[in-house]
């Protein structure tokens, strides 16, 4: 049964999780219904969530290596903000062609820092505990993940910074940093 470190852990995890909940809430901008996509994805991060912290309280495992993950996720995540909080960005599975190509900041790096910052915190959940459906849900959020991020980039491929955006695509990874940049 829990642990007080496994109550430490999942303390910090609905921490982390609350706060990119609550600024993702007034970060992005929402065109019109929230898409069907989008609350697969807020459905699937409560549920991994519920998971973590039963698992993490029935199977612990005693280890504080989480905890610098979050910091990590929410160090990405802010900074993240930062560079896009005065561009319109709109939730994920919105179909639109987005009218800015961000490509500095965290985008110098990856595509996709949001979801590498979400992936980190579904990470670090995992690790918290001995139990293998945790990781079962990171696989989860990484798939649909990976469908968000292929959808946002056929609409980045059809907008006016195509061309722009081919470029920008084979010299930076889509999850992770390319060690070796193409130009």
């Known amino acids: 049964m829990g642990t007080s470190t496994s109550l430490i852990l999942i303390i910090a995890s609905l921490a ?3 706060v990119i909940t609550g600024v993702s809430t007034f970060h992005f901008v929402r065109k019109d219904a929230v898409p069907l996509g989008a609350m697969v ?16 309280w029935m199977v612990p495992r005693d280890t504080l290596i989480p905890l ?3 910091v990590a996720a929410l160090t ?23 009218n800015t190509l961000s490509v500095d900041g965290p985008y110098a790096y990856v595509r996709h820092p949001f979801y590498v910052a979400y992936l980190i915190y579904h990470a670090a959940n995992a690790i918290a505990t001995t139990a293998l459906l945790p990781w079962a849900m990171f696989g989860l959020m990484l798939a649909i993940y990976v469908v968000a991020a292929r959808g946002e980039e056929q ?25 070796w940049r193409r130009t």
Do not use: H, N
């Open 16 to 18: 982390t999780f609350a």
């Open 76 to 98: 990405l995540f802010f900074w993240t903000i930062q560079t896009t909080r005065k561009r319109d960005f709109v939730l994920a599975f919105t179909k639109i062609v987005p």
């Open 41 to 56: 994805i807020s459905a699937a991060a409560v549920s991994s969530v519920a998971v973590f912290a039963w698992c993490a």
């Open 155 to 179: 609409f980045l491929a059809q907008g006016e910074y195509k061309d722009a955006y081919g470029a920008y695509r084979r010299r930076t990874g889509m999850f992770f940093p390319k060690l």
């Open 68 to 70: 610098p993950l979050y």
